[in-house]
């Protein structure tokens, strides 16, 4: 199964993109499941249809299942999937009560640790042609990459600690699941989502506007993403300005024509979309939108 995502900071058209392309794929005759893991989603006002946490059909697109990973209902899921492991593996070694998963669950990071968790898990699970997965603003997701890199490492250092330990902690914890055993576990799904991410099938699209300050976040970016191992498939420069009427346009124009052109020096496959004069949601925006789109994947 493929997986497409879109990366960029806030406001560049990340949620319109990955609509868009989603809606399209669908109607070409795809199975798409469209996730979104911003913390202020705005991916049912752009469908113009209710999402929850949980895939559901998106009413009038042929294939098309959407949903919204909110932080808050993903804390829940994350607690019935990792608190009782986690209160488990330190409980053998600390004096902890089980509120110890409450406090763990609202750790900066576990959140979106675990949406990465949610996404490798439809990717695993299969049932769809390709996942479009609508990043939040550009920082965030990076950030929380490495948290993904560095919650492996220091996965490393808690076997390591563990070894010394083991012999104290088989005496303290018979009868319970070797903690050890536990910890491999999160250490072989942190390495299954970085092993998804610098994969083949992941075609990861950079989103940006023809201005400096974009073009000069968009390569930095690119050098995060790749130093972590992961490949730019595609950049989008949306919004473009050309052969405006108005004075002050067309000088914005000027503008967009020189950023172009250093974005195409920069990168190997660049698409652009113009500024467009129809609101890009809805059924019929959202197509309309993915003839710029089209063959991107
Ligand atoms: N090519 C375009 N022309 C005009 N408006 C656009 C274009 N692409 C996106 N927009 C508008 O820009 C705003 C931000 O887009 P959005 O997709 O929400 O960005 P992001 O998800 O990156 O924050 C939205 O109101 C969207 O309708
Ligand atoms: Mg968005």
Redesign the pocket.
């Known amino acids: 199964m493929r997986l497409v995502s879109?990366w960029?900071?806030?406001?560049?058209?990340?949620?319109?993109?990955?609509?868009s392309l989603a809606a399209g794929l669908s109607e070409d005759g795809m199975d798409v499941l469209l996730l979104t893991t911003?913390p202020t989603p705005?991916l049912s006002d752009?469908l113009d249809f209710p999402l929850g946490s949980e895939p559901s059909k998106v009413n009038g697109f042929r294939g098309l299942w959407a949903a919204e990973l909110s932080e808050s209902a993903v804390i829940e899921m994350w607690k019935e999937r990792f608190g009782g492991e986690v209160y488990e593996v330190a409980s053998s070694f600390l004096p902890v009560e089980r509120d110890f998963i409450d406090y763990v669950a609202r750790a900066p990071g576990i959140a979106d640790q675990f949406m990465l968790y949610l996404l490798h898990e439809f990717w695993r699970k299969g049932g769809y042609d390709i996942i479009v997965w609508?990043t939040p603003?550009s920082s965030g997701s990076v950030r929380l990459l490495r948290i993904e890199e560095e919650f492996y490492s220091h996965m490393n250092d808690a076997i390591r600690m563990y070894l010394k330990l083991k012999g104290f902690l088989e005496r303290i914890s018979r009868g319970r699941r070797d903690p050890l055993a536990l910890i491999e576990e999160w250490r072989s799904i942190a390495r299954g989502i970085m092993d998804m991410l610098s994969s083949d099938s992941h075609h990861l699209i950079l989103?940006a506007i023809p201005e400096k300050i974009s073009y000069l976040l968009t390569l930095r970016m690119r050098d995060e993403l790749e130093g972590m191992g992961i490949k730019v498939r595609a950049l989008v420069v949306?919004?473009?300005l050309r052969d405006c009427k108005c004075d002050k346009l067309n000088r914005m124009a000027e503008i967009h024509a020189r950023v172009l052109e250093e974005f195409k020096a920069s990168f190997n496959h660049v698409r652009v979309?113009?500024?467009?004069?129809y609101?890009?949601?809805g059924r019929e925006g959202l197509l309309r939108?993915y003839d710029?789109l089209r063959e991107l994947v």
């Open positions: 879109f960029g900071k806030g406001g560049v058209g990340k949620t319109t993109c990955s609509a911003d705005t752009v609508d603003a989103v949306n919004r473009l979309i113009e500024n467009i004069d609101e890009p949601v939108f710029y």
